[in-house]
């Protein structure tokens, strides 16, 4: 049972653009919200994060939004650059004195020159 | 600050070994969680360690533990190691900044079971 999602596993945006990921969660559970970027064989990096008490969240080109009626979340990249292709996780915790992360599978993007 | 430091980076067991994983969490920082990366299953958490006792576990047998020191450092061990457990074996360590918990990943130790 996937409590988040990330159900593309893949996208491709042009250099300059906005890329928009996505992720799902099913956990009322889940308060505080993380987007991490991975490069291969690295560990995750921390981008930026969001609590459950707001609906959005900016550093720099990053943004997310949170939408808590719907379960959803989006990081919005703009604009994007080539240095920005990586695989983008989702996270999730649920608090209660945890630090228990819950991660989506990913979204490899690749940002085309 | 010094970041999270996971040693070794690679490592090459055989079926039925063991082995130990170590992660110094960013100075500080007094908890410290693990997690499993695999192609399939993506990142999955193992356990979690503050101040020495672990607080929440993951769903993975009994052959994994880990155990946390004094000064924050963890180890974690496998015992009796399967092919399965062929993974990039993740440390992060953990602040709470306002209330929220984030928590900043080391390099990783990979871990070839042949």
């Known amino acids: 049972d996937q409590q988040v999602k990330q159900n593309s596993p893949s996208l491709s945006v042009q250099e300059g653009r906005i890329s928009i990921l996505n992720c799902d969660y099913t956990n009322s559970m889940f308060d505080y919200f993380l987007w991490y970027k991975k490069y291969p064989a690295e560990g995750p990096t921390f981008l930026i994060s969001?609590?459950?008490?707001?609906d959005k969240n900016e550093d720099g080109r990053f943004t997310v939004f949170l939408n808590k009626s719907a379960k959803h979340l989006s990081l919005h990249i703009v604009p994007s650059q080539p240095g920005d292709s990586a695989v983008y996780f989702c996270a999730a915790n649920s608090g209660a004195g945890s630090y228990q992360l819950t991660f989506g599978k990913g979204t490899k993007l690749s940002v085309i020159p | 600050k010094a970041g999270v430091t996971q040693t070794p980076r690679y490592l090459i067991k055989t079926r039925g070994q063991q082995v130990t994983l170590s992660c110094s969490p960013i100075?500080?920082?007094?908890?410290v969680s693990w997690y499993q990366q695999t192609p399939g299953q993506g990142l999955q958490f193992l356990f979690e360690?503050?101040?020495?006792?672990?607080?929440n576990k993951g769903n993975f047998p009994g052959r994994f533990s880990g155990r946390q020191f004094s000064n924050s450092r963890s180890e974690m061990n496998v015992s009796t190691l399967e092919l399965g457990d062929s993974a990039l074996y993740l440390c992060?360590?953990?602040?709470?900044?306002?209330?929220?918990?984030?928590?900043?990943f080391g390099p990783g130790t990979r871990l070839l079971v042949l």
């Open positions: 969001i609590s459950s008490i707001k």
């Open positions: 100075s500080g920082h007094r908890s």
């Open positions: 360690y503050f101040s020495e006792t672990q607080r």
């Open positions: 992060a360590s953990s602040l709470i900044q306002g209330g929220l918990k984030t928590q900043y």
